[in-house]
């Protein structure tokens, strides 16, 4: 029986200080489409730029993980991805008024708490998941943290943190999903600092939302009555107290509460892979560099994974009846000959649409491209496969003959082998975001055979033929 995908009942807000920026911010959290995952929306900057939640697009930091595209960023996030993947929601859309997530008392507790008023919605698609085939592993430069994943049949990660500490000198936690009770044993785990890194982060301007209130600071030396008043000052105390290591007399959740928040950390920063994971994690030392750089490697595996499920399941496609012939396609695209560049159409969803070119040496481009060596241009493949694209578009316009797909956007286009006269290309395109006021934005691939020939992203936008 598989497992459906699922978001939000109802939508909720949250608003707090970033932690490091010290300005008030609201999150809001909404139900998301089948397939889109967690997106994030910047609804303070113009045009409301959108940043989808994976890997593609993290940025190192040391302190948090980072989010950029386009020049808009997005700090803080690891806490908020973690409740949603703890809580077992695959797809939401988030509203952000700042650069910074809110960081409340610091863990996860308040957003998962909030999950559960808003309530959480079965939908139909089913689960994504990233299966893990073989061993990964990633070493800091200095050899400190390790991150290892390894092939499980279900996800569970494991911690284990050790610093030069009297207080903290080794602690381990762990967490296998349907074991652990994510809300209860690990998202109210907040984060901690050692006092000694409390100073020159706010010499670095960080922190200024910081307060003891929303982290364990860690005392493991004498501290002096001068430095005492000075720290005071700066969280905004009359005074302050150590008890047992900790300032402030803070208690703690768990005896193991570092470990377990940085297991916390883990979960959210690998949560940017963009699936959910069977698999094993093993962590030591990790941070939010290594926990990226993980997250960037299960990225690029789920990235290969599409690319080798794109070609159609049924190989034998171009033996069907098509669902299209020319005569059908001439109705839906402007394009007319020499440069309409798709002959049939083999499928065709709501997202997704897989059709072909019959590639002839009696094309006009092959008298000059290469004379002596005729090979497809790349721009025309990816035309060819934008026009695939804008079938799968204009198939749901109820007056088709009255729209266009024009291009707004190409990124990550890779041409993997040549394409001559006498092959077939098979194309499959996938949508990667709801249509919103026009805009569609989708993934293609163009295969030969069972070779890959090129791969792209498109953004284009729907609008109505102007007449001559």
């Known amino acids: 029986m598989s497992v459906k995908q699922n978001t939000l009942k109802s ?9 490091h920026t010290g300005k008030e911010v609201h999150a809001t959290f909404k139900p998301g489409e089948e397939n889109s995952g967690y ?17 593609k697009y993290v940025e190192f930091a040391d302190r948090a993980s980072c989010l950029e595209k386009d020049g808009a960023r997005i700090y803080t996030l690891e806490h908020a991805m973690a409740a949603l993947y703890g809580c077992g929601i695959d797809n939401c859309r988030i509203e952000l008024d700042g650069e910074e997530f809110p960081i409340l008392d610091g863990s996860a507790r308040y957003y998962v708490e909030a999950i559960a008023q808003a309530g959480v919605q079965e939908q139909e698609a089913d689960r994504r998941y990233l299966t893990v085939k073989q061993k990964m592993e990633f070493r800091s430069e200095d050899g400190l943290s390790r991150i290892t994943v390894l092939p499980d049949e279900e996800y569970n990660v494991h911690t284990v943190v050790a610093y030069n500490s009297p207080y903290l000198s080794m602690q381990y936690a762990s967490y296998r999903e349907g074991e652990n009770e994510f809300a209860k044993d690990i998202a109210p785990c907040r984060t901690f600092v050692f006092l000694r890194e409390v100073e020159a982060l706010l010499a670095n301007n960080l922190i200024k939302g ?20 000075r720290l ?49 994690v093993i962590a030591e030392c990790p941070g939010h560099k290594a926990n990226a750089s993980m997250a960037k490697m299960l990225y690029k595996e789920v990235v290969n994974a599409e690319r080798d499920d794109a070609y159609p399941e049924d190989l034998d496609v171009l033996t069907e009846t098509p669902l299209m012939d020319i005569n059908k396609i001439r109705s839906l695209l ?58 799968l578009v204009l198939n749901g316009v109820p007056d088709p003959e ?9 990124d990550g286009v890779k ?39 090129c791969e792209g992203e498109f953004m284009a936008q729907v609008a109505k033929t102007k007449k001559a």
């Open 11 to 19: 939508e909720f807000t949250l608003q707090g200080k970033g932690l």
């Open 39 to 55: 997106v994030i929306v910047r609804t303070d900057l113009e045009g409301a730029p959108e940043i989808p939640a994976i890997a």
């Open 210 to 229: 910081g307060d003891l209130s929303n982290a364990i600071v860690i005392v493991d030396r004498k501290m002096e009555a001068e430095e005492i008043k």
């Open 232 to 280: 005071s000052q700066a969280f905004g105390y009359d005074n302050i107290e150590v008890k047992e290591g900790i300032l402030n007399n803070l208690e703690l959740h768990f005896e193991n509460e570092p470990a377990r928040h940085k297991l916390l950390d883990v979960i959210g920063d690998l949560a940017l892979c963009g699936r959910f994971i069977k698999g094993r």
């Open 334 to 391: 402007p394009h007319r000959p020499p440069f309409l560049l798709v002959d049939k159409i083999f499928r065709l969803t709501e997202n997704m649409v897989i059709g072909c070119k019959n590639v002839t040496m009696n094309e006009p481009h092959f008298v000059g491209h290469f004379p002596t060596e005729p090979v497809m241009p790349g721009v025309l493949i990816v035309e060819a496969m934008s026009q695939c694209g804008g079938i």
């Open 402 to 410: 009255n729209y266009s797909t024009y291009f707004m956007k190409i």
């Open 415 to 453: 041409f993997r082998n040549k394409v001559v006269p006498g092959d077939t290309l098979v194309f499959k395109l996938i949508t990667t975001a709801p249509i919103k006021r026009g805009i569609v934005q989708m993934k293609g691939f163009a295969y030969v055979g069972k070779k890959l020939v």
